[in-house]
Every structure is written in structure tokens, then in C-alpha cells.
């Protein structure tokens, strides 16, 4: 007997390497199908939203609030931007799916062009021709999507000045005339970095403002007051619209 295994150790090996390999496979199935609740359009696409909220539940240990977004109309989501989860956290805090605007040199990256492509990203190219992101965005929201973006166009921790947003969310919020979602990311470890934060454990939540509505714009503090807000450096917005 000892005879034969050693003779057949590879096969051995490899069988062993399937099983584990159907074993693990079989247990992330069952705890996506736990976690997703959001039709992406696709089976692959639903899986990785099932493995995302379960990642954030629990590894993140996200605290929730409800996000009421429009079920049929667009509207605009837009977060502060403090590691390289935060997206994930934006969409297991969300009940629909979001179409984010990234950098086009990222939605090129080699390995995940597929995935934002499939996700429905809107890549903008920040070397002068932002103008077709833009047109991109409208479409979607006219089609009802919700489409996020980080106002400070990059990471951009609480304690760092300016405060204030950058121009862009201005412009998508009068081009389109679509409420803005606002929310806050909390409690993730390692801010500041992309990858890092991937890896530590924390408590985060994801706190919910009171919508914006594009006439909030119209203000000449609008983008300072919005950057203090997202930067956890004021409550509430002053003079803020009402919506209709």
C-alpha cells in the first residue's frame, strides 16, 4: 500500500488539489448566492456582488444604512474617497447597480478592463477629453442608471486641504439635472493607501446625507460646503434647496 502511494503521489496530489478546489468553489457559490440581491445582468457579474457584500459584511464588518435609491430614475452618487475599497462599500450599501466614472487608465488596467466594462464604469480621460465621460454619464442616468463618483478626484483624507470638490460633479449635476446622493465612508483602516486597506480588518459604515438636488450648484460655496461635508468637517449643507 505505502508502495503504491508513493508511486502514484502526483495523482494523489492532484486529486486532493480538486477536491479542495470544488470544495471552495461550492462554499463561495453559497455565500454569494447569501449576499447578492442585485441583478448586474449577469451570472458572473452577480456572483462578484454576492462576494462583495459578504467580503464588506463581514470582513469589514460594514454597518449599514438604508439607501433609498430611485428604483427607475437616475441619480448621482457621490462618496469621499479615503482607500481602494471604497467602492465596494458603496455597492454593498446600495440595493441597485452603480456605474462608476474612473480614470481611463484604470478602467484599462490588464486583468480588469473585463470587469469594469462588465459593471458598466464610464472610463473618463483626465488628459483633456473628459467631455465623452460626461455624455457617457447622461445617457445613463437618462436610462435610469445610478452612476458614482468621488468628487475629489482621487483619495483624499479627512485632514487634507482644500476641502473643496473639484468642478466635475458641478457640471454632471446641471448637464443631467438628476439628484445627488450623498454619503460619507467611515472606520477603514489603512487610509490612504489602495491596496492596504484590502487587507486590514475594521468597522466601517457608510452614512447617508440628505439628497442634493442640482440646484444646490447654483451656490458659489456650493463645492466648498459639499468637500467640508464628505470630509466629516461640517454636518449639514446651509441653504440647501428643497427638492420638488
Given at each position: 500500500m505505502?508502495?503504491?502511494f508513493?508511486?502514484n503521489?502526483s495523482?494523489v ?5 480538486i477536491?479542495l478546489?470544488v470544495?471552495a468553489?461550492?462554499?463561495l457559490k ?7 440581491h442585485v441583478d ?6 452577480n456572483?462578484?456582488?454576492?462576494l462583495?457584500r459578504?467580503?464588506c459584511v463581514?470582513?469589514h464588518r460594514l454597518?449599514?444604512e ?17 482607500s481602494g475599497?471604497?467602492p ?5 450599501a446600495?440595493?441597485?447597480p452603480?456605474r ?8 484599462e488596467?490588464f486583468?480588469l478592463?473585463w470587469?469594469?466594462k462588465g459593471?458598466?464604469?464610464?472610463p473618463v ?12 454619464a447622461?445617457r ?13 478626484g ?7 486641504k482644500?476641502?473643496?470638490?473639484k468642478?466635475g460633479i458641478?457640471?454632471?449635476a446641471?448637464l443631467?439635472k438628476?439628484?445627488i446622493?450623498?454619503a ?6 489603512g487610509q490612504?493607501s489602495?491596496?492596504k ?9 457608510v452614512?447617508?446625507?440628505p439628497?442634493?438636488p442640482?440646484q ?5 460655496e456650493?463645492?466648498?460646503?459639499l468637500g ?5 468637517h461640517r454636518?449639514k449643507?446651509?441653504?440647501?434647496p428643497k427638492?420638488d
Amino acid at each position: 500500500m505505502t508502495d503504491w502511494f508513493f508511486d502514484n503521489l502526483s495523482v494523489v496530489i492532484w486529486l486532493v488539489v480538486i477536491v479542495l478546489v470544488v470544495k471552495a468553489a461550492y462554499y463561495l457559490k453559497v455565500k454569494s448566492n447569501k449576499y447578492n440581491h442585485v441583478d448586474w445582468g449577469s451570472k458572473t457579474l452577480n456572483f462578484i456582488d454576492g462576494l462583495c457584500r459578504g467580503y464588506c459584511v463581514k470582513f469589514h464588518r460594514l454597518k449599514l444604512e438604508k439607501f433609498d435609491l430611485p428604483k427607475s430614475d437616475g441619480a448621482i452618487l457621490i462618496s469621499n474617497h479615503v482607500s481602494g475599497v471604497d467602492p465596494l462599500l458603496l455597492i454593498a450599501a446600495c440595493d441597485r447597480p452603480i456605474r462608476f466614472m474612473i480614470a481611463k487608465e484604470e478602467y484599462e488596467r490588464f486583468g480588469l478592463n473585463w470587469l469594469f466594462k462588465g459593471a458598466g464604469c464610464i472610463p473618463v480621460d483626465r488628459t483633456g477629453r473628459a467631455d465623452i465621460a460626461f455624455r457617457q454619464a447622461k445617457r445613463a442616468l437618462d436610462n435610469g442608471d445610478t452612476v458614482a463618483l468621488f468628487p475629489h478626484g482621487k483619495i483624499h483624507l479627512d485632514e487634507v486641504k482644500p476641502y473643496k470638490v473639484k468642478a466635475g460633479i458641478k457640471r454632471l449635476a446641471e448637464l443631467t439635472k438628476k439628484t445627488i446622493v450623498v454619503a460619507r465612508i467611515t472606520g477603514v483602516r489603512g487610509q490612504g493607501s489602495v491596496f492596504k486597506p484590502l487587507f486590514l480588518r475594521s468597522h466601517t459604515q457608510v452614512i447617508r446625507f440628505p439628497n442634493i438636488p442640482y440646484q444646490f450648484f447654483s451656490s458659489a460655496e456650493s463645492l466648498q460646503e459639499l468637500g467640508e461635508l464628505l470630509l466629516g468637517h461640517r454636518e449639514k449643507l446651509t441653504a440647501l434647496p428643497k427638492l420638488d
